[in-house]
């Protein structure tokens, strides 16, 4: 299974984007998730989708971000609204896949953010 995340680009501050992360194939995904990687921080947790609809935001986007998902199509969105300069940085899809003996971490390559002040 591989994960492709579409959708970064550059946004003046107060603005938006969506990033999309579709996983190919028929896999069995339990949770479908984003994290970042910022010039100031290690890999920070955004948020994340269980397929029984639970989803989870990390303090710094809460109120400001929506994670969804299309489970028939193994697709997540991330619908970023209110955009800031620290929300700048490479956005990494994660993805729990079922591998017959278990679940098992998936990450795709990121998509670039960047927001303008």
């Known amino acids: 299974v591989q994960l492709q995340a579409s959708g970064g680009g550059t946004v003046q501050s107060g603005g938006s984007l969506r990033l999309s992360c579709d996983a190919d194939g028929n896999a069995s995904i339990r949770v479908m998730g984003w994290y970042r990687q910022t010039a100031e921080k290690q890999r920070e947790f955004v948020a994340s989708r269980h397929r029984n609809g639970d989803t989870e935001y990390g303090e710094a986007v809460t109120g400001r971000f929506t994670i969804s998902r299309d489970g028939p199509k193994n697709t997540a969105y991330l619908q970023m609204n209110s955009l800031k300069p620290d929300d700048t940085g490479v956005y990494y899809c994660?993805?729990?896949?079922?591998?017959?003996?278990?679940?098992?971490?998936?990450w795709g390559k990121g998509t670039l953010v960047t927001v303008s002040s």
């Open positions: 994660k993805a729990e896949i079922w591998t017959g003996f278990g679940y098992k971490d998936k």
